[in-house]
């Protein structure tokens, strides 16, 4: 196939640039030409705001659009002439308002979330226009995306932690869940849509099951052959100012998800990869000052 993918060169477009780019087709990778490209693939440099015809008449089997973020994001793309086949949208759970009855399923409304803000509302309206535009385009919309690559100060954090031998904050009992999805599934996920074409074009996709905060960090620390020390924080300390999600508990019905893709990676497995990969790539990463505010306001609080 020839394969049209917005972004190329950060974590999930990255790793989807090179998933397809592996399985044998025609990459295109469609950015400002900033960064490092993705191994295999062609680079269209543009900014996908300011196309001039660029892509005008130009014909992909398949739009893999991982980085629009608001409703001209994707008015612009289509409004460029391209031709495509199949246009799917990586969205996010962001979209479904925390009022919502939970598991979230995607006969549920959408509507503002008041822990993702305007960044939930810019989903949908992104959603909004691509299926008003696109009647048969397909949304995804996953829950915390892991794996290597991820640029993002997560599973990062803790490693680091983990290496320095460091007690680890976790807010109030840690027993807060969170639901993962390998980045490694979604490329797979996406392939699976081009292939079969399902007639449900919204899917939730993420692991069946969810994992508590102790449990998620004391795999982290597992990975280097560490156990992890925990440190309770009580009281209405911002949670974000030490650590690396918010105090929001959610989590996705994936039914639909499951009767298209089985077998996913085991999140110990996941995790390795992670840290495999950010040994040789720290700077890669976007580096928050957690342990910084830890040490500068947890040390005599918790020292007593």
């Known amino acids: ?20 780019s592996e399985k044998g087709n025609d990459v295109f990778v469609l950015n400002r030409g900033t960064r490092p490209q993705p ?10 705001h300011f196309l001039h015809g660029i892509l005008r008449n130009t014909y992909f089997d398949a739009i ?28 996010s759970s962001a979209v479904y308002p925390e009022t919502n009855a939970r598991p979230f399923s995607e006969n549920q409304s959408t509507g503002r979330n008041s822990f993702w ?34 640029n993002v100060y997560r599973e990062a954090f803790v490693f680091d932690c983990a290496e320095l031998d460091r007690k680890f904050y976790v807010p109030r009992d840690g027993k807060m869940n969170l639901q993962f999805f390998n980045v490694l599934d979604l ?8 292939q079969r074409h399902p007639s449900d074009r919204i899917f939730n996709v993420g692991n069946e099951d969810s994992i508590s905060i102790r449990d998620w960090v004391s795999l982290c620390y597992g990975i280097i052959g560490k156990s992890c020390e925990f440190v309770e924080v009580q009281g209405n300390i911002p949670w974000r100012n030490y ?5 929001y508990e959610y989590f996705l019905n994936v039914d639909r998800q499951k009767r298209l893709l089985g077998g996913l990676k085991d999140l110990k497995k996941g995790l390795q990869e992670s840290y495999d990969w950010y040994i040789d790539h720290k700077a890669r990463v976007g580096r928050r000052n957690y342990i910084e505010y830890i040490d500068s306001e947890f040390a005599r609080r918790f020292s007593k």
């Open 39 to 48: 191994e295999n693939c062609y680079c269209i440099k543009a900014d996908r």
């Open 1 to 20: 196939m020839r394969i049209l993918i917005t972004g190329g060169t950060v974590f999930v477009s990255q790793c989807v640039a090179e998933y397809f």
């Open 117 to 150: 803000g305007d960044y939930g509302l810019n989903k949908i309206a992104a959603e909004q226009m691509l299926l008003e535009s696109v009647p048969n385009a397909y949304i995804v919309r996953p829950p915390y995306l892991y794996g290597a690559k991820n």
């Open 243 to 247: 650590f690396c999600f918010y105090d």
């Open 64 to 91: 893999l659009d991982m980085t629009a973020y608001s409703a001209d994001d994707i008015k612009d793309l289509l409004d460029s002439g391209v031709r495509f086949r199949d246009y799917i949208f990586l969205s």
């Open 187 to 194: 490329c797979r996920f996406l392939e699976v849509i081009l």
